[in-house]
């Protein structure tokens, strides 16, 4: 059983910068894909970012040129850096992995103050 794990949310004034992490059990994270959704309060869970097998990256619009994914093999872990950080981000930010199966992480809350 897949697991995943995130880490690196908090509170942070608009305009500051935090690093998310998504740890993947087993040493597994270069061989699928990992994809970083966000959920705000009262909204639809929406797509964030993609890091394929391959190294591909994409982004939603209202992420690009302020987030950027990345992935340490050695580390089992998927980042995602995001900078310019607005009150808008706010939300719980989850990794998903797709090997075969389907994996989700719990989540870590964002809050951004403006």
């Known amino acids: 059983q897949v697991q995943l794990m995130e880490s690196g949310g908090g509170l942070v004034q608009a305009g500051g910068s935090l690093r998310l992490s998504c740890v993947v059990s087993?040493?597994?994270?270069?061989?699928?894909?990992l994809m970083w959704y966000r959920q705000a309060p009262g909204d639809q869970r929406k797509w964030v970012a993609t890091?394929?097998?391959?190294?591909?990256?994409a982004y939603a619009d209202s992420v690009r040129g302020r987030f950027s994914i990345s992935r340490d093999n050695a580390k089992n872990t998927v980042y995602l850096q995001m900078n310019s950080l607005k009150p808008e981000d706010t939300a719980v930010y989850s990794c998903k992995f797709d090997i075969d199966h389907i994996y989700w992480g719990q989540g870590t809350q964002v809050t951004v103050s403006s």
């Open positions: 890091i394929t097998s391959g190294g591909s990256r």
């Open positions: 087993g040493d597994i994270v270069s061989r699928g894909v």
